[in-house]
Every structure is written in structure tokens, then in C-alpha cells.
């Protein structure tokens, strides 16, 4: 069974209210809190994920990020 396709996904909050302000705090993000996030979808079926409009920021970037 193929998985689902959720096609406007935010795992990214950005601005000076999410706390996500730097460059910091995002690689902080991404290492301490977007797997558990990506997890969640991956345990209700959801297999892909494309960014909603506005993020920026694209898959490599993201692993580049995560693994310094």
C-alpha cells in the first residue's frame, strides 16, 4: 500500500515568535525536535512531505544542517 502524500506541510515555524530566529537555533531544531515530528507523520501513514509555501528551505539544506 503506498503511503500518503501530505502536500503542504509547515515542519519549519520560522520568526521571532517560534524562537527559531538563527541559524542556531534552527540547526538546534532540526536536531532536537524535526524528527520527532517527521516521525509523527511517518506512524500515520504519511510517507512524503512537500514544504508549505514560503519556507525556503530544501531537503539538502536540511541534511547538510543536521549532520555538522
Do not use: N, Q
Given at each position: 500500500m503506498p503511503g500518503l502524500i501530505d502536500s503542504h506541510v509547515h515542519l519549519f515555524p520560522m520568526g521571532s515568535t517560534t524562537g527559531i530566529d538563527s541559524d542556531a537555533a534552527l540547526k538546534q531544531y532540526i536536531r532536537d525536535e524535526l524528527p520527532a515530528r517527521?516521525?509523527?507523520?511517518?506512524?500515520?501513514?504519511?510517507?512524503?512531505?512537500?514544504?508549505?509555501?514560503?519556507?525556503?528551505?530544501?531537503?539538502?539544506?536540511?541534511?547538510?544542517?543536521?549532520?555538522?
Open positions: 517527521l516521525h509523527d507523520y511517518l506512524e500515520h501513514g504519511v510517507t512524503t512531505t512537500l514544504p508549505g509555501a514560503g519556507t525556503g528551505i530544501a531537503a539538502s539544506t536540511v541534511s547538510a544542517m543536521g549532520e555538522e
